[in-house]
Nanobody
Framework: QVQLVESGGGLVQPGGSLRLACAAS????????TDWYRQAPGKQRELVAI???????NYADFTEGRFTISRDNAKNTVYLQMNSLKPEDTAIYYC??????????????WGQGTQVTVSS
């Protein structure tokens, strides 16, 4: 079993930066990727970025080169560096770890989320 704990959220002015961290405790060899999602009030949860165990990354179009996902395997932590933040980036940010077993069974671990508020 794996527990994910996000940190690093807070209040920041437009144009500012935050670095979110997703620390994992426990282990699961079936995990193959870690994502950051976000959910704004009244909106559906949306994928922000993904990083595979091999380090491949992919981003949602709205990140527009402003966000960078990275991982530190020694610390079992995945980061989301967010620059040039906009008010529309305001949301709860969640990390999740995707796993799949050889038989095809798959699922996700989720953290509790961290609030990001971009406002002047």
């Amino acid at each position: 079993q794996v527990q994910l704990v996000e940190s690093g959220g807070g209040l920041v002015q437009p144009g500012g930066s935050l670095r979110l961290a997703c620390a994992a405790s426990g282990s699961d060899d079936n995990i193959y990727a870690t994502d950051w999602y976000r959910q704004a009030p009244g909106k559906q949860r949306e994928l922000v970025a993904i990083i595979t165990n091999g380090g491949r990354t992919n981003y949602a179009d709205f990140t527009e080169g402003r966000f960078t996902i990275s991982r530190d395997n020694a610390k079992n932590t995945v980061y989301l560096q967010m620059n040039s933040l906009k008010p529309e980036d305001t949301a709860i940010y969640y990390c999740s770890a995707r796993w799949v077993k050889r038989g095809g069974e798959s699922g996700d671990y989720w953290g509790q989320g961290t609030q990001v508020t971009v406002s002047s």
